[in-house]
């Protein structure tokens, strides 16, 4: 079995070589030979180090990002084939729609109904899980980036904000702990945390933008982006509450198959482009989208013998999500990992990270495990890769806000936060057990 594997990994390193030789000897190649090699290589790498790393009881997305951090050093070997599928303009845009599905499925995991049910404990748990880390990660950078402008520094503090609930509602669901008391908190946190964090972001790279096209910073534009940002979300739950029904209501009455499906996403999509268009990352649409919708949306599609929607969207975020994931590893520079200044950046903005969600645990109340609270928030997973991500995207003055270093040093704080909480939290919440 073992060597069967390495057969499958030593191909599909060869296949460029192969591929390569081909076009030179037969003349010109169809334009997408290219792209669909490269997705071959990115899908096989992401399933097979997802899997390695399922095995060692870690989840599947730091197998992913892994994978990617190796194709992306490999050009290091001189393979220089898979640096281009990091630029290619192709497999960028179908990583972008990779980010859009995952928030639309995450947002699908939870509802309007659950935010409102959280309680206090939560929604303090969520803020300060925010602020937190926000001001210490401005704070690192402000200590360790004295030359860079104040948008770094609020830009990095951004990054530390989010939290990826889907690791940590999967250990408490192993561990059966997953209707505790502790675990509510948690999950509705998270769920805050999420809504929180994007509108900081959209804060933030609107300031960055505006500054950049000539403006200056005021806390009149501050205060624009924020009502902006609460009216598009706010706005978009009341209304998308009242208009989803009848959307799928009148979408069921249409024949043939997939319905359901083109239907939801051709919502989420739209939900996407409206964020953009008033100056919000497309990325908040899109799980503003998955909040909006519920199962009672769908209930003249499952009369019919539908699948579930999440059932239905699973088999194209398999496919589009784990490519965004190798794209952000293969973005990583293995060269900076020499540099003690990035290295030093990442050891303290991991623990920067890991602090400021243990200041989060003071919001959980009274006869509460706030060890196993704070602790269950520290992931940053996939969320922080994507703030990170869009920070690669944003300039001020013809430079990017987030440079390949700094970029490292945030994948190596989510490479470490995203290890270090399943077996810490078993611990936690072992001991928590054992103590009671």
């Not at 069967?4 to 076009?23: D, E, M, N």
């Not at 992913?64 to 990091?86: N, P, S, T, Y």
């Not at 959209?202 to 096209?213: P, R, S």
């Not at 994931?325 to 900076?336: A, E, H």
């Amino acid at each position: 079995m073992l060597r069967r594997r390495w057969l499958v990994v030593g191909s599909v390193l060869l296949l460029p070589t192969v591929i390569g030789a081909q076009s030179h000897a037969g003349g010109h190649a169809d334009p997408v030979s290219n792209v669909v090699l490269g997705l071959a290589i990115i899908l096989i790498a992401a399933k097979l180090a997802g899997h390695l790393a399922v095995r060692i009881g870690q989840p599947a997305v730091l197998g992913e990002l892994l994978a990617g951090v190796v194709l992306g050093g490999a050009d290091l070997l001189g393979w220089q084939w898979f640096h281009a599928l990091e630029t290619d303009a192709s497999i960028d845009m179908l990583a972008r729609i990779g980010v859009l599905i995952l928030l639309f499925e995450v947002g699908l995991e939870s509802t309007v109904r659950d935010m409102l049910r959280v309680g206090l404990p939560s929604l303090a748990v969520a803020v300060l899980g925010v602020a937190a880390p926000f001001a210490l990660g401005w704070g690192v950078s402000a200590l360790l980036l004295p030359d860079r402008s104040v948008y770094v520094h609020a830009f990095i503090g951004a990054t530390l904000t989010a939290t990826s609930v889907g690791i940590t509602a999967r250990v408490l669901r192993d561990l059966g702990r997953s209707t505790s008391r502790e675990a509510r908190i948690i999950l509705g946190a998270a769920v805050i945390d999420d809504v929180l964090g994007l509108v900081i972001l959209a804060i933030v790279a609107g300031v960055i933008a505006a500054t950049d096209a000539g403006g200056t910073l005021s806390y009149g534009a501050v205060a624009l982006i924020l009502a902006k940002a609460a009216a598009f979300l706010i706005g978009s739950l009341v209304s998308g509450l009242y208009l989803s029904p009848r959307l799928f209501r009148t979408a069921s009455r249409l024949g043939g198959q997939g319905v359901l499906l083109t239907t939801a996403l051709a919502f989420c999509f739209g939900m996407a482009y409206l964020a953009s268009v008033i100056g919000l990352a497309p990325i908040v649409g899109a799980y503003a989208a998955g909040l909006i919708l519920e199962d009672v949306h769908f209930e003249d599609f499952q009369n019919r013998g539908e699948q579930h929607l999440e059932d239905l969207v699973q088999p194209i975020s398999t496919f589009l999500v784990p490519i965004f994931f190798v794209v952000m590893g293969m973005r990583v520079d293995l060269t900076v990992f020499g540099q003690l200044n990035v290295l030093g950046l990442a050891g303290l903005l991991t623990v920067a990270a890991i602090i400021g969600k243990q200041v989060c645990s003071l919001g959980a109340g009274r006869n509460v495990d706030r060890l196993s609270v704070g602790i269950g928030m520290i992931p940053r997973g996939e969320v922080g890769l994507i703030f990170a991500n869009i920070g690669l995207g944003l300039t001020l003055n013809d430079a990017a806000i987030v440079d390949g270093a700094v970029f490292s040093a945030i994948v190596i704080m989510v490479i470490v936060t995203t290890m270090v909480t399943p077996p810490t939290l078993k611990w936690s919440l072992n001991r928590s057990r054992a103590g009671s």
